[in-house]
């Protein structure tokens, strides 16, 4: 088996009606297929508008795990022995809403989803207003090829999350996000966008592994999502970063770079476990 493989980022603008969202979703997914990507990852919430940066909205957009989008995406996973990552949607579960990535093969099965862990609530990204906190765990996916996690946006903010997949065997760690700048909140800290693309390189490097994160982007409402989704590998090289406008990411990758950074460093075997024990109390 090679350790080189494709893996495509579909960056895009949503709109607020769902069927828009997912017909472009799915065209990405054939497009991706057509230029021999193996894997294809969606962005963040990619059914509908960010409606988050507002504390309440009139229209729910949330579906069920098992709804249209599982289907529709599976058929076109399977037609075109391509495996997705999709992104996240609003999922209902009996009264229960979560952020929840699905993971297909490229037989258009679904292997399973992951719900998001870490709920953002600040200005703009009033997520706890609409998330339970996800009760799934992190997951690996197989996918013949290679293992992979799918974290969601605020996730990415921590290195518990990175560091779990990575134990748990994953060469890829997806983050399907939705961040941009907001009208009116002046970022004095910094720059955001740096500080996003520098943390994940970090969880790269540190778990010997390839980072590969999906923006949206667009102008919605005081939103502007600034794109630039981006493949790092293992040793935190950034091998292809996107634009702000709408486009189709695919990057070669070779899984033997990570093993040999993975052999070389040496970060797993010199782990102190029973050091870190403060690390799971409140």
């Keep these: 088996m090679t350790s080189k493989i494709k893996i495509a980022l579909a960056q895009f603008a949503m709109t607020d009606e769902p069927k828009e969202n997912l017909d472009k979703a799915l065209t990405y997914i054939r497009r991706a297929a057509e230029r ?34 599982k289907t529709v995406i599976g058929e076109v996973a399977k037609s075109g022995k391509i495996a997705v990552i999709a992104g996240s949607i609003y999922e209902d579960c009996d009264n229960k809403k979560y952020n929840t990535a699905m993971v297909f093969n490229a037989k258009g099965e679904m292997l399973g989803a992951y719900r998001k862990t870490h709920i953002p609530h600040d200005p703009a990204f009033f997520e706890m207003n609409y998330f339970e906190p ?125 093993r040999q950074v993975r052999e070389s460093w040496r970060f797993f075997p010199s782990r102190r476990p029973g050091a870190y024990k403060g690390l799971s109390s409140d």
């Excluded at 988050?52 to 989008?69: A, F, K, Q």
């Design 36 to 69: 021999e990507a193996q894997v294809v990852c969606l962005p963040e919430l990619f059914r509908s508008p960010y409606f988050c940066v507002e504390e309440s909205c009139p229209r729910d957009y949330s579906e069920r795990l098992d709804g249209e989008t």
């Design 134 to 258: 996800g009760d799934s765990g992190f997951k690996v996916f197989d996918l013949g090829f290679a293992k992979v996690a799918a974290l969601i946006c605020y996730d990415q903010w921590f290195p518990e999350a990175a560091r779990a997949c990575a134990l748990m065997g994953a060469d890829i760690i997806f983050y399907p996000t939705a961040i941009g700048n907001v009208n009116g909140i002046e970022p004095t800290e910094g720059n955001w966008q740096e500080a996003w693309e520098n943390v994940q390189r970090g969880h790269a490097i540190a778990n010997c592994l390839v980072v590969a994160a999906v923006n949206r982007v667009g102008i919605e409402g005081k939103s502007t999502f600034w794109g630039g989704s981006f493949v790092c590998n293992a040793f935190g090289k950034t091998l292809v970063r996107g634009g702000v406008a709408e486009e189709l990411i695919v990057q070669e990758i070779d899984l033997e770079h990570s």
